[in-house]
């Protein structure tokens, strides 16, 4: 009724209804205690000549009361009619009044008197009208002041009549008590009001929670649930037995938690039921029509014992959020970890610090996978990629971690290990399994995998240290040939730090005249005279001495000082060639990065104008994985080398992918067969059925070719004997220094002076340069 009531009479009238009713419940106790009072003044004064005011005085005061008692009869506060309560407030305030003023006027007229004659029953008259009036006047903070006001009136009064000297401490004591009833009263009836008001908001949150219920018990995704002391289901709505596939009735009476599947959370929602203990957003597994769903639970404990909450369907939401997460964590092309989920677990892992726990990270580097990616385009690269992830994801354990950290660069985080050659056992399966070719989009690719290892204890070490010691191992790996694995030792680090100053060296050696070059003759077969020779850079550092190609060849492709280096090579070799007796062709080996550079055409122009050399004695090697790296713009540059009039060879020829398909794009005027054939081509058939149709194809398409690494007579006879156009290699003569290279050449017979006179390096080219 309350809340039909505040629907309709408003907070205000509402408020009034409840003061009425508070009021009313000690007004007829009232009434009869005044009227009594009333009384008893008649007795207490019958006798004296005043007797005749005190009869008429004291009817007043009981009709006021009577009519105050028979209004608090009509008195309904539970009605909606809001004209019936304000007009019974209003007669009760004038009935009030008026018996206010009849008691005044008693007090200033009769209570000299009555103090006189009985000044034990005045007291007690006295306190009695004060204390019952403030009882139930409480409602009516107004009415009370009033009432207060009139007793502080007639005390003043007082004060002056009954004795024969005014009495200034009785008018103030009176004035005292009156004023301090009076902001007492005041604020009663505002904590009245205020407690009438939570009560109404009270009612209007129930009302609110009910719209809410309602509107759950519409909802498609949301449903009320109620289980009594024992967790059984009680009340279930039409909602819930649709969301879980079942009837009604069989829901009715069910364990709430049986419905569920096993599980921490289950677990969680058993020990919460029977704790009686609020709860919200609670997420459990069930299985509905044999698939698997996720609800969220909330409930809160009512005061009979049981419970009550609501439940919501979250499966495609869970569903989302766990492909986001997902998304975030994993790589979305090899299905592996990510690089942040990576590092995430190898900080967490190490962060542990288990007491002799061993772990292992594995660095793992796809050897020539830009290759694949620019020649074969990139949906076949991808498609490496996720073969690849494939593989390694295949080989670790289900505690171990796979991951692929970017480009083709994968990790593995091993976990546990008893020993270095578990890990080592692990690396090479990862380096044998990538060896194997793979068929992708109906083509067979072959690519090898280099790995850097680093191992050790969890303590001591952070995750950055601890990749970039597998990182430097990953280095090592490549240095040793690829297609390995290498360790991680302290010593690397020396080696890095070598690698480091030989990079800040390299930047003044160019300046400074460091580097020189030295010459590998070529010959002819059917001859035997020299054909040309190929410019091979040393560097002569001033502290460390001469310095491999292989030293730094890497570092300066890395630091973009590679096109410098190269010119330099260009001049000087254009330059030095120029100075020969004999004609011969002068090789310079390209890297990739020099056929990117724009200059390159204008540098060579350069040094044949200043040179004034026939450009057909320059002879430009590019090797197949240089062309590899972005194929089209290597081609065009090509084609502008080859309007300058110098020759091009194609180096390395049978080491890269689509050797054929560059044969048929341009015309080279030389094959390079790589040594790696040539240096087993006596022992191994294949090698030897290799070399053997390169130098028919070359034949075929009007090209030259030359066999590297010729040193051994059996080897020259067998090359001679088969069509091989040139050699070069350590039979024929190591690398001459600069002077010698300008003398005319020596026939076969003399080739033995050139074996030991020239220089003592190994012929390794400059590499890319």
Known sequence: MTQKQLAILGEKNL??????????????????????AALACIA??????????????????????????????????DTIDADHLRGLHRDLQIAANIETAGWVAGA?????????????????????????????????????????????????????????????????????????????????????????????????????????????????????????????????????????RQDRDFLEGRELVGLFDHGPARERLAGLLLERAPFRDLVLEITVADQTRWWTLSGNPNADGSMRGVMRDVTETRET???????????????????????????????????????????????????????????????????????????????????????????????????????????????????????LHGQMVRVSASVGVAYGSTRGIDGDEFMRQADIALYAAKRAGRSTFADYDASLNQMERTRRDLELDMRTAITEGQFRLVYQPQINLRTGAWAGKEALVRWEHPTRGAILPGEFIDIA?????????????????????????????????????????PNLVGVLTSAIINAQIDPQRVEIEITESA??????????????????????????????????????????????????????????????????????????????????????????????RHGCTEAQGYYISRPLESSRASEPSRDPSQWAEYRELGTNVHPLRQGAA
């Not at 190269?566 to 062709?585: C, D, F, L, S």
């Not at 080859?642 to 020759?647: F, S």
């Open 321 to 439: 959020e766990q492909r986001m997460a997902r998304m975030a964590r994993y790589d979305t092309l090899s299905g592996l970890a990510n690089r942040h989920l990576f590092n995430e677990t190898l900080e967490e892992t190490l962060g542990a610090q288990v007491k002799n726990q061993r772990v292992a990270l594995l660095y793992i580097d796809l050897d020539h996978f830009k290759s694949v990616n620019d020649t074969l385009g990139h949906h076949v690269g991808d498609e490496l990629v996720r073969a690849a992830g494939g593989r390694i994801g295949a080989i670790v354990r289900e505690h171990d971690l796979a991951a692929r950290l970017g480009g083709d660069e994968f990790a593995v985080l091993l976990t546990r290990v008893r020993d270095l050659d578990t890990v080592h056992a692990c690396a090479q399966r990862i380096v044998d399994t990538l060896a194997e070719p793979f068929n």
């Open 44 to 77: 207490a004064l019958w006798g004296h000549p005043i007797i005749f005011f005190t009869v008429p005085w004291a009817g007043v005061i009981v009709l006021c009361n009577y009519r105050q008692w028979r209004l608090s009869r009509k008195c309904y506060p």
């Open 15 to 36: 408020l009034l209804a409840w003061r009425l009713r508070e009021f009313i419940s000690h007004l007829p106790a009232l009434c009869a205690l005044h009227s009594f």
């Open 627 to 720: 062309l590899m790296q972005d194929s089209e713009s290597n081609v065009e540059m090509l084609h502008r080398l080859r309007e300058l009039g110098v020759r091009i060879a194609l180096d390395d020829f049978g080491t890269g992918y689509s050797s054929l398909n560059y044969l048929r794009a341009f015309p080279f005027d030389k094959i390079k067969i790589d040594r790696c054939f040539v240096s087993e081509m006596l022992d191994r058939s294949d090698c030897q059925a290799i070399v053997r149709n390169v130098v028919m194809l070359a034949r075929a398409l009007g090209m030259e070719t030359t066999a590297e690494g010729v040193e051994t007579q059996e080897q020259y006879d067998w090359l001679k």
């Open 108 to 244: 200033i007229l009769l209570f000299p008197t009555l103090f006189v004659m009985h000044p034990v029953f005045f007291t007690v008259l006295i306190a009695g009208l004060l204390a019952s009036t403030v009882i139930a006047y409480r409602p009516f903070p107004g009415s009370l002041a009033l009432y207060l006001g009139g007793a502080m009136f007639a005390a003043a009064a007082l004060s002056f009549t009954m004795t024969d000297t005014f009495s200034w401490p009785s008018l103030a004591l009176a004035i005292g008590f009156g004023y301090a009833l009076i902001c007492s009263t005041r604020r009663q009836g505002r904590q009245f009001e205020q407690s009438c008001r939570e009560q109404i908001n009270q009612y209007a949150t129930v009302e609110t929670v009910s719209l809410l219920l309602h509107e759950y018990e519409a909802s498609s995704s949301d449903w009320l649930w109620e289980v009594d002391e024992g967790n059984c289901l009680v009340n279930v709505c039409e909602r819930f037995g649709s969301a879980a």
């Open 557 to 597: 492709e890395e630091t973009g000082l590679i096109i410098p280096l190269g010119e330099w090579i260009i001049r000087q070799a254009i330059h030095e060639a120029v100075t020969w007796e004999e004609p011969h062709r002068i090789a310079i080996n390209l890297s990739p990065i020099q056929m990117r550079n």
